[in-house]
């Protein structure tokens, strides 16, 4: 069965990555194929869960490039040499320029840890985001997924999922709760959508 290729960009600990990889081994990702892992971090530990999988790494560590053109520059080039079709952002913490994300129209996907428009775009990151919505005193928060262009977390809403906000709650507390039972379950979900979308897409054009 003809599969997407995936190219997962990483910053950190790999937990969303980690969801892919066994979302492919179980099945529940089909219609893509985890094929290259790139961090912009060499000390990300989810360049180790990577090459447990099995899974081809990279590493592009920012603090090598001068400017953000010529990072984008290598990483185009190492996403058009292992022909990939979708590229999944797994808590990469860099932004993409619109001169990228254009080249990728509805390629790129993220998922963010709110339920977008609330606690988003730029600075709204890691515990940031759930200290927020712990701030504002919101009863419901969650995950996002969704494709990505120049605007940070401005791309059309592709899946959403609620999780419950409790009175006993910190920002760490939250961000376990929001992971778990909402980001695990709809970026591998999403990744299925969108590969599946892609392929359907590719078939065409070759009709």
């Known amino acids: 069965m003809l599969k997407m290729p995936i190219a997962v960009l990483v910053s950190g600990g790999g937990t969303n990555l980690q969801a892919l990889i066994d979302a492919e081994k179980e099945g529940r990702l089909k219609s893509g194929k985890l094929s290259l892992v790139i961090s912009s971090k060499e000390d990300a530990f989810a360049l180790k869960r990577a090459e447990n999988a099995g899974i081809k790494t990279l590493c592009l560590p920012l603090k090598n490039f001068a400017e953000r053109a010529d990072f984008e520059a290598v990483l185009q080039k190492a996403l058009t040499e292992n022909q990939i079709g979708l590229v999944v952002l797994a808590g990469f913490m860099c932004i993409l320029s619109e001169s990228f994300t254009s080249r990728w129209e509805k390629r790129i996907i993220n998922v963010h840890p709110s339920l977008i428009p609330a606690f988003c775009g730029e600075g709204f990151f890691g515990l940031r985001v759930h200290k927020a919505a712990l701030e504002k005193g919101v009863k419901l928060s969650g ?33 376990k709760r929001v992971m778990e039972k909402a980001e695990w379950i709809i970026l591998p979900r999403a990744a299925e959508m969108v590969s599946k979308k892609l392929l359907k897409e590719a078939k065409g054009h070759e009709g």
């Open 143 to 175: 995950a996002t997924v969704h494709y990505v262009n120049h605007i940070p977390d401005g791309g059309e809403i592709i899946l959403q999922k609620s999780v419950p906000v409790y009175k006993n709650d910190n920002p760490e507390s939250l961000q």
